[in-house]
């Protein structure tokens, strides 16, 4: 298990949270990261939390889902829910909807609201490029606000340059292009978004805090009552596809689906050349992402249902395992039968190791006893079957410790 027990459950105490498995308190606010991949929301919430969001990066990318974190400021329990970007080279953009949709929904049907929405984009991008401008869109897909006063648009990896540098002068240009053009960030500004400056080290700790104390101001002046797509999902009971953020992915699907099924009429019925193959691949990838967003809010909580049944009984033995052996190499060494090459015949560090492992063992114990606690939750109601499925999905990918790449 790469990641230790209680490590573990937290992870499920946090998406618990976000998902409404566990009641909000009125202290808790939640905020979204976007961003495509590569816009630097590792590293900001990092420096919110002061914790290593790169694990939850890597975890992500094997569960095709968000992550959360979570830190206090300002007397509130801040949680900062980390989506994956669209037009990732990864992932499908259905998948990717489906994935957020599903843990939006499954929140707003739970009572737990979204407080705001934070957009990062590196200013070292040369140009606005197809990802930045696809996760600009399927945000006003999904929020479909009228006004933005919730919005903060993060400008990410400013460099440390003297004014007046050629680079800097560069750079203001291009930021001046950004706040500027309607479709970049300019309209949004119009609608009431606010805008920040963010570098990539330590000293840019404060902006970062700055950046969330804006919204959690604004979330007391414009609270959020739904973002478009939960009332959509949730409240009018539509299909993915349905959907503002679907019909969008849809058209694109489309689009291509033409394009291949136009090129294999016109290839002959005998061809078997590699092109046929892969632009026949290809339409069936289409067929599949079409079907994704085919689903429905049901659908969502059947699978997410069967997913926890799963995970539940895998992530139980994982605990059970990591307990066995952390008993076991307790009693070792407290019978003299095992040592491990750092101990020493010193009594004063052995007797050091043995309260290490009676630690552990009951930091294991604990978290069996908040997970068992967690498990109550999860009843039979359709959100929250969706939301269990959700969760034990993120957990058990975390705890089989899967190989992926950080994002």
Known sequence: MDLPAEELVDKVALYAAFTGITEPSRNDMFFLVVGRTGSGKSTFISQCTGKNANIGHSLRSCTQSIEVFDFHWMGRHIFLIDTPGFNDSNRSDAEILEALASGLSASYANKVRIHGIIILHPISDTRMSGSSLRNIDMMKAVCGFARYDNLAIVTTMWPRLPQHNAEHNKLESRYNQLLTNDRFFGGLLCQGAEVFRYGADSSDVPTAKNVVTHLVCQALLHPITTLQIQHEIVDQHKPLSETAAGLVIGADISQRMAGDEGLVASLPTTTTTDLAYEVTEHLEKCKKEMGILEKSLEDMHREGKSRWEESKVKIDAMLDH??????????????????????????????????????????????????????????????????????????????????????
């Open 322 to 407: 990591e307990l066995e052996n952390a008993d076991q190499e307790l009693l070792d060494v407290q019978s003299s039968k095992h040592r491990s090459v750092t101990l020493t015949d010193d009594f004063e560090e052995r007797y050091s190791h043995i309260l290490s492992l009676k630690e552990k063992v009951s930091n294991i114990r604990a978290a069996q006893e908040r997970f068992a606690r967690y498990k109550g939750h999860m009843i039979n109601g359709a959100i929250n079957g969706l939301a269990a499925g959700l969760t034990g999905g993120i957990i058990a990918a975390a705890a089989t410790g899967l190989a992926c790449n950080i994002m």
